[in-house]
């Protein structure tokens, strides 16, 4: 009886016809060369290079003791342009990562800090679009008022009162001034290892720097922001609803501060406005999503970089809400699966596609700030129909993707063949006692990045002895 039975047909995604187990190895390929394994020597680079950004802005403080004196950074693995903080891409010059850069990090530099509040954070939304604000120093003593004068917009009251609002692109006009004046004077006095400063720029409101440290070139986006402990009036109803996250992580955890970036909204005051930033919890979050779905969104959002980048409308952030939104909508043992890559991939993609077409994306933590609101129809259709294109083939838009990624890792390779980019010595070189520190040092880094891939870093540091930095991964003390 059992003679005309068919083997199972294989699975098939319905819209292209394409095999999705072809579309899982695709993935599997590009993640393969996405995510690279660094040895000591690349380790210890890595470090020198944060060591010697660290050590940079302790001595921005002292030019004239604006930043706060023991500040607490927050390192984000992954530039601006990878979507690790809500920025607008528009005003950034394109980095290409094998052309201008191997590794990139964001770093989080509180100007000031309001870390003294237990009840929810009320801040002045009157003259803003919804997830914006302005911020008055009035906040502040009269001793941060004095220093950050200079940085403020002035508006004077009917009653004689004088109100001074922090402003976003008069601080990143300071701080851009302040990096260059230190790093001149660091380039005055070189020492041996130490990075070579590539590139300095001022991209919008952060500050892009490229070093050279042995054979490799790292990009930091430097955002000065807004530091908070606690959490935002204007999100608290966020908290009442059921998440992903919850019994996984405490809320605490979640709900520890949030961050005030310079990013404006599409008719709001430059010179004023700040944008909301949950950096810190998306760090959080990021423990509770499973591997095959980062997966996913990872090779995802290297499509839509290529694609989607004229004009500049939808940005990798995007992306990482619409996944925090799934995984609030889908159960948790379905995205659990690790075979479902494809899937997820499709259902990115099919996500993104609606959100363009009904010209709605909601901010994760303030759904009613819709993040794509301010766009024309005109713009959303045209990357609609480029987004049908690559659901009609993903498995081709797969594979010129990670053709890109194996072009950018060739060109680190090719630069790596053609020697140091400065003299900073291997932690086998010399033979002597005073490497050893570093060739421990670049061991455990080297577990720290093998053990926690993709996660990210709270700095802590006193600019008196920039010598001890203390970092943070997650939960974990270094």
């Not at 290079?49 to 930043?67: T, W």
Request: a negative charge; proline letters at 5%.
């Amino acid at each position: 009886a059992g003679t005309n039975s068919k083997p199972p047909f294989p699975e098939l995604d319905f819209r292209s016809g394409a095999r999705v187990e072809e579309l899982n190895k695709l993935i599997q390929e590009f993640t393969k060369h996405d995510q690279r394994e660094y040895d000591d020597q690349r380790a210890l680079e890595i470090h020198t290079a944060k060591d010697f950004i660290f050590s940079m802005l302790g001595m921005v403080q002292k030019l004239d003791q604006k930043l706060p004196v023991a500040n607490e950074y927050l390192l984000l693995s992954g530039g601006v342009r990878e979507g690790v903080v809500d920025i607008d891409l528009d005003e950034l010059n394109v980095y290409a990562r094998g052309t201008d850069y191997d590794m990139d990090f964001t770093l989080l530099v509180p100007a000031l800090k309001l870390h003294d509040r237990n009840q929810p954070v009320t801040l002045d939304m009157r003259h803003s679009a919804l997830c914006h604000s302005w911020l008055s120093l009035r906040l502040f003593d009269e001793g941060t008022i004095s220093k950050w004068k200079d940085c403020c917009t002035i508006v004077d009251h009917i009653n004689g009162a004088t109100n001074y609002f922090f402003s976003p692109t008069k601080v990143a006009d300071w701080f851009y001034d302040s990096i260059s004046i230190v790093l001149s004077e660091i380039q005055k006095k070189p020492q041996r290892g130490m990075p070579k400063v590539e590139k300095v720029e001022k991209n919008g409101t952060i500050i892009s720097i490229i070093l050279g440290v042995g054979s490799s070139r790292m990009l930091y986006d430097i955002v000065p922001v807004v530091s908070f402990k606690g959490w935002p009036a204007v999100a608290q109803s966020w908290l009442m609803e059921n998440h992903f996250w919850d019994g996984k992580i405490t809320e605490e955890e979640v709900i520890s501060g949030f961050y005030l970036v310079p990013a404006c909204s599409y008719k709001g005051k430059k010179d004023n406005e700040w944008r909301l930033s949950f950096a810190r919890s998306e760090v959080q979050l990021k423990k509770c999503i499973s591997s095959s779905l980062m997966q996913a969104y990872q090779a995802c959002k290297a499509i839509i970089i290529k694609l989607l980048s004229r004009p500049k409308a939808i940005s990798p952030y995007h992306l990482r809400s619409m996944m925090l939104w799934a995984c609030d909508r889908l159960p948790a043992n379905y995205l659990a699966q690790e075979d479902y890559a494809a899937h997820f991939l499709l259902g990115l993609i099919d996500d993104l596609q609606h959100c363009l077409v009904n010209k709605m994306c909601p901010n994760y933590f303030i759904p009613q700030c819709n993040m794509l609101e301010h766009l024309s129809e005109e713009t959303v259709m045209l990357h609609a129909r480029k987004l049908s294109s690559v659901r009609s083939d993903p498995a081709e838009h797969l594979r010129t993707a990670i053709e890109h990624v194996k072009a950018a890792n060739r060109l680190t390779l090719e630069l790596q063949r053609r020697g140091s980019t400065t003299s900073i010595p291997s932690p086998q070189s010399d033979g002597g006692d005073t490497n050893q520190p570093d060739d421990r040092l670049a061991k455990k880094l080297q577990q720290l990045v093998t053990e926690n891939p993709g996660k990210s870093i709270s700095v802590f540091i006193n600019p008196d002895d920039v010598t001890r930095p203390h970092f943070r991964i997650d939960d974990k003390f270094f």
